[in-house]
């Protein structure tokens, strides 16, 4: 008992400093929620919240919370000179209870798709098998490690990866399977690309701010670097827009995206010109636009279409 309770208090300590539920579970709400209902509008016209939905949801969570054990687990060494606050390395939180974590989160994102989500059993397959051979390094570590190009074409699809089988929940929804198209890659753009936006915006350095730690600016440059997230929120805004005409939702809808692709050209333009510390908000801006992006959207859905439940 002594161990068990010893164990949930640092999972405690791991939770509240390297995956805050409270902070995270509001956005993966938003972001399914919107993905889910905006794929099946466009397929069909309806929202159907069935079985699909419910194990789509929490295999989201489950992914999210297993993709963060998994980054935890292969930069232990690395965190000890480059982060040695962190919870692990300065000993709250043990390796082993990380490794607990993941494989609990890995048996019930298995264990809900094989109960629950029989027709996207295919595509769950692929997905997990990808997700699992980023963590192995595709059994060629030492060769990533030394060539950050390789690492970034092998692991940046990753919120790709998930997001297309979240789209596959939504088309399983209803009594027919409806086949992946154009228009559903779209869609998978416009909720992976904020993503890339804030991997990438968060290893960003302003001009002499840089460490031992490998950035993009560290790569392609500050201005360069900062590129990527401007390019991923500007293309965003426009697939945004596409879904707003798709959709049929008002000039408001439109205003409100508008205000929003203005708020990130201000903050990354200012850091292009003047790229100080200072000006260096790129990470809190994308997750701000990202947010405000995705909640927009969910509440136009709510407001011009009927949820069916279905459970």
């Not at 790709?160 to 992946?180: D, T």
């Not at 050209?265 to 947010?291: D, G, R």
Request: one cysteine or more; hydrophobic letters at 55%.
């Amino acid at each position: 008992m002594s161990n068990f309770f010893l164990f949930f208090k640092r999972s405690r300590i791991y939770f509240k400093e390297m995956f805050p539920v409270l902070i995270y579970l509001p956005y993966l709400a938003a972001l399914y929620v919107s993905l889910n209902f905006v794929s099946q509008i466009i397929t069909n016209n309806e929202i159907v919240v069935d079985v699909y939905a419910v194990a789509g949801f929490i295999s989201a969570f489950f992914l999210m919370l297993l993709m963060r054990t998994f980054d935890d687990l292969k930069d232990i060494g690395i965190d000890k000179d480059l982060f040695p606050d962190r919870a692990t390395p300065r000993g709250a939180v043990l390796k082993s209870d990380i490794v607990k974590i993941s494989l609990f989160s890995f048996i019930v994102i298995v264990s809900v798709n094989l109960l629950f989500a029989h027709k996207t059993l295919l595509v769950f397959a692929v997905v997990i098998t990808y997700l699992v051979l980023t963590f192995k390094w595709f059994f060629a570590e030492k060769i990533h490690r030394e060539n950050i190009f390789l690492t970034m074409a092998t692991h940046q699809p990753i919120p790709y990866a998930i997001n297309l089988l979240l789209i596959h929940f939504a088309l399983a929804s209803g009594n027919v399977y409806e086949a992946f198209e154009l228009k559903h890659f779209a869609i998978l753009l416009f909720f992976s690309l904020p993503v890339t936006a804030w991997e990438s915006s968060r290893k960003i350095r302003a001009k002499g701010m840089e460490t031992n730690y490998e950035t993009f600016s560290m790569v392609f440059g500050t201005r360069g670097a900062t590129w990527i997230p401007f390019v991923c929120l500007l293309l965003t805004s426009a697939i945004a827009v596409y879904i707003g005409i798709e959709l049929e939702f008002s000039i408001y809808y439109f205003l409100i995206t508008s205000a929003l692709c203005l708020f990130v050209i201000l903050f990354y333009t200012k850091f292009l010109i003047f790229p100080t510390k200072k000006n260096n908000v790129l990470k809190n801006i994308t997750m701000i636009f990202t947010s405000l992006q995705f909640f927009t959207t969910l509440i136009f859905i709510l407001i011009n279409f009927k949820v069916q439940i279905a459970l």
